[in-house]
């Protein structure tokens, strides 16, 4: 009987990006299991059991034939796995389906034969950097599972294992995420009652995260999953001709509020002079813009700028351009106050001129123009959307949303904020 061939990784032998900050948590000892049906221990534990030589060791795994595996195939252009429905990966999972794809690599739905259940398994590009971030992004999980007793929000890991040059993550299997769930109900935003549910996780997850000294750093409706795919079809007045024949005079609203938050690869424990640029573009915190150096209050912003998208089912900044993207902020929120403007660091210098934002002289173009000046005030567009809690959600936005990000509500204060105060998860 010829074995598959699979390969385990010691993390501390990996060139991690130098851009984040390196773990080095205190995690028990564990024995090297390998994968393919077994729980694999602490990746933190591997080097230090004395079992992984300095080079990358190969392991032929006991009772994984080579007739149970799919044909060898070359990865396509990009470094992604190829495979067909069917296919087995490793002797323990079988792939039922494609869930999804990033620039991290796949997501894949597969049964689980040994815990007889459905898990979605995310397997990452064939390149170094992604290899690299992957392993750091199983060092966080592990630790964030460590410290979790169920109601923290956090994604939860499996298991994982190295499959023919690709890192494999597995996690429980999720629903769908609330960027997707906005997409397919054509962008039409929740009811607020589930907001303020919603809400009041994510804060639960990122105070989690925050006590534990790690900031997650790309918060966005992508990486909130909702946990089950169940929903309900409502009339939606706003949006319809009133008649039920229209189409759109219905719209989709999950029966549950549970969330899960996911993709930590770009996670980092907290340090002084964190100035590289983190987020994505629409969540993007000033600071991070401005480089000024960032911390915790930075994943705040991204909060605020999600519970607003939430509400109105689009982004709050839609820009690809930073001078754009602060001229919007201060269309919806005021002027950035001067004391920030003046530590701005040399590569942000060019967005200032005598002491404030050079908007709109600076403008690329008029159409940039015209996109800032069509966005209402922080207030207004709130009450566009929000019959009741109006008030109390537009102040709480006002405390996540503060441009000094030691102005800023801390995820623990928001948590005691009145518009939270009434949640009744929907289970």
């Not at 059991?49 to 032929?60: E, M, Q």
Request: glycine share 6%; aromatic share 8%.
């Amino acid at each position: 009987m010829e074995f598959e061939h699979v390969t385990v990784i010691p993390i501390t032998h990996l060139d991690r990006p130098r851009k984040r900050a390196r773990f080095g948590w205190d995690v028990p000892q564990a024995q090297v299991g390998i994968f393919c049906g077994q729980e694999v221990g602490n990746v933190a534990s591997y080097a230090s059991s004395g079992a992984i030589s300095d080079h990358t060791s190969s392991l032929f795994v006991k009772g994984v034939a080579r007739n149970g595996s799919p044909p060898w195939r070359e990865d396509d252009k990009d470094g992604h796995y190829m495979f067909a429905l069917g296919d087995n990966l490793t002797s323990r999972y079988k792939i039922h389906s494609k869930m999804g794809e990033g620039t991290f690599g796949q997501v894949l739905e597969c049964w689980d034969r040994e815990r007889k259940e459905m898990v979605a398994i995310k397997i990452v590009r064939g390149i170094k950097k992604y290899r690299e971030a992957a392993m750091i992004e199983i060092e966080v999980l592990q630790h964030l599972g460590k410290h979790d007793k169920g109601s923290n929000r956090c994604v939860q890991i499996r298991n994982w294992f190295d499959y023919r040059n690709h890192i494999c993550i597995v996690f429980e299997k999720l629903g769908p995420s609330l960027y997707d769930f906005l997409r397919k109900n054509n962008y039409r935003s929740f009811p607020i009652d589930l907001v303020r549910e919603i809400g009041r996780q994510l804060l639960e997850c990122v105070a989690f995260m925050h006590d534990l000294h790690m900031i997650h750093t790309d918060l966005k409706p992508e990486n909130i999953l909702l946990v089950s795919s169940d929903y309900v079809k409502v009339p939606d007045y706003k949006n319809s001709s009133h008649s039920p024949k229209d189409i759109s005079y219905y719209k989709r609203v999950p029966k549950s509020s549970a969330i899960k938050v996911i993709d930590f690869g770009s996670t980092t424990y907290e340090r002084q002079d964190q100035n590289y640029i983190v987020s994505t573009r629409h969540y993007r915190a000033p600071e991070v813009i401005l480089g000024l150096g960032w911390s915790y209050p930075c994943d705040i912003w991204s909060v605020g700028c999600i519970l607003v998208e939430l509400c109105t089912g689009e982004a709050l900044f839609q820009t690809h351009e930073n001078l754009e993207h602060l001229a919007m902020m201060e269309r919806v929120l005021g002027p950035i106050p001067q004391h920030i403007l003046k530590r701005v660091d040399r590569h942000a210098g060019k967005y200032v001129r005598r002491g404030r934002l050079d908007w709109p002289e600076g403008a690329a173009s008029r159409e940039s123009m015209k996109a800032v000046l069509k966005l209402p005030r922080l207030q207004n567009l709130v009450m566009q959307h929000v019959d009741q809690s109006a008030g109390d959600l537009i102040h709480l936005l006002q405390g996540l949303l503060r441009y000094d990000p030691l102005d800023r509500l801390t995820a623990r204060e928001a948590l005691r904020h009145p518009f939270l105060a009434k949640v009744q998860h929907r289970r």
